[in-house]
């Protein structure tokens, strides 16, 4: 089915912010759109505000007339949704055409010029600022993101360019349905490992993703990664890292709250760039994402200036309140390499304040294959609050808890676990200079909460 033949599309898991995106640019395109999520979100909420359909029980009987017609109608799921799902088995059933997201993303890909970015971490981060640059850019963009830009206050951005900038994930080896023009991979520390099985399989996928760049292209991947690369003839090949490769920074000063460095290009350097969301990991990213803009074609202004307004993620290096007596931020971070990096960050911003983090560690299975990895991480900081794991697709696994990285976090320093139930009345009891809410899960719907409850003590 291509995509001038749909005039329906049905989401079976409207509600994960990937899926999100993709549901924004068929209500863009005017088409009818609905969907089953399991829970309502804001996200959710937000999403039938412009105009989705969306229910939340396995219900056939409320699924919309026109998306029961099979000629018209696409229906995309999210790997998460069980095989056993009601709604999953009548689309089956009657011949409906099933797409991953990735593989709508794909078709996507081909229609314009692809600037995807790959990695275990690092990559909604990139994309964003990548799609921001461009976006402002005299070149524009289409973009299908990880996460809410704080530019747009959305997950995408709709443009009649030639370009689509698109967050590439590796989960369930969705990655292999892109086909990009360009592509960064920040990272290729192993996860997904309940989907993997093995380092060396996951090292391959990224190997195989690399072959899909298409020819005149390019390739900008970080320094120093294990996996080796098979890129097509034709395909142009550059490295990166913070102070080295073929693009880097120099000059780089932290002074007062503020992130200014030089950016160090084969093609143009670009002095003086003001980063515009201050954490120091972002000046890395920061270096990607204006590598792939330039080379798509954005000029030295249009890299300062896009980088200087840029704005943020929702739930990344998240500051909520900020000040001398209190800082307050979330953070998605829930792989260890990500853990690491963002409590690096925070410490080297706070270097003489206590920080205490709130982590809602995400998978049994994850939780048992780094649990040493966590702690290691976590054990930068002050003080760890465990919460319980946040299970999302899977059932508990004998012997994994929280535990396993509460009991290997570094002697002398401050822990404790409580429930996730708990933890508004351990924010309303204690005080705080610099509090993290960390991980994946849902944890992140109490911060408002926790928001306003310290807000309250100022």
Not at 114 to 123: F, I, Q, S, W, Y
Not at 143 to 165: C, H, M, P, Q, R
Not at 184 to 192: A, F, K, L, N
Not at 263 to 268: A, Q
Request: glycine fraction near 6%.
């Amino acid at each position: 089915m291509e995509i001038k033949d749909i005039k329906a599309v049905y989401f079976v898991g409207a509600g994960g912010i990937g899926m999100s995106a993709i549901a924004r640019y068929f209500i863009k395109k005017g088409l009818v759109v609905a969907g089953y999520d399991k829970t309502p979100s804001t996200l959710t909420q937000q999403l039938e505000k412009e105009g989705m359909l969306i229910h939340y029980t396995e219900d056939v009987d409320a699924i919309p007339n026109a998306c029961k017609q099979p000629a018209s109608c696409l229906v995309i799921y999210t790997p998460a949704i069980p095989e056993n799902h009601q709604e999953m088995q009548y689309f089956r059933n009657n011949g409906f055409e099933i797409q991953k997201r990735a593989q709508v993303l794909g078709t996507l890909t081909r229609e314009h010029k692809g600037l995807c970015v790959a990695g275990t971490h690092g990559k909604t981060t990139t994309s964003t600022m990548c799609a921001h640059i461009m976006h402002q850019s005299h070149l524009d963009c289409n973009a299908f993101l990880g996460g809410i830009s704080k530019n747009y206050g959305t997950n995408y951005i709709l443009s009649e360019s030639d370009f689509v900038v698109i967050e590439a994930d590796e989960f369930d080896r969705s990655f292999h349905w892109l086909s990009p023009y360009m592509t960064v991979i920040t990272s290729t520390d192993p996860d997904h490992l309940d989907i993997y099985g093995t380092k060396e399989a996951y090292l391959e996928s990224f190997r195989h993703y690399s072959e899909l760049i298409q020819p005149g292209g390019a390739l900008i991947i970080h320094r120093g990664l294990e996996m080796k690369e098979n890129i097509p003839a034709g395909v142009r090949r550059y490295d990166y890292a913070l102070n080295e490769g073929d693009f880097h920074a120099e000059n780089i000063c932290i002074e007062n709250g503020e992130i200014t460095f030089d950016f160090i290009s084969p093609i143009e350097s670009v002095k003086n760039v003001e980063l515009g969301q201050p954490v120091p990991i972002n000046i890395e990213n920061g270096v990607a994402a204006m590598a792939m803009a330039q080379l798509a074609g954005c000029t030295a202004d249009e890299l300062r200036n896009g980088l200087k307004t840029y704005g943020g993620v929702d739930r990344r290096f998240d500051f909520k309140i900020k000040n001398d007596r209190l800082v307050f931020l979330s953070d998605y971070a829930h792989h260890p390499k990500e853990i690491y990096q963002s409590a690096k960050s925070i410490r080297e911003l706070y270097k003489d304040r206590k920080i205490t983090a709130i982590f809602q560690p995400h998978l049994y299975t994850r939780t048992r294959d780094f649990y040493k990895d966590f702690a290691d991480a976590l054990s930068l900081l002050d003080e760890v609050i465990l919460t319980e794991i946040y299970p999302a697709r899977e059932l508990p696994i004998e012997g994994v808890t929280s535990e396993l990285i509460y009991n290997n976090l570094r002697p002398g320093i401050e822990k404790q676990i409580i429930n996730k139930a708990d933890v508004l009345q351990f924010v309303k009891e204690r005080s705080f200079d610099v509090l993290i809410v960390l991980g994946a899960g849902d944890l992140d719907n109490q911060v408002p909460e926790i928001t306003k409850l310290l807000n309250s003590k100022l």
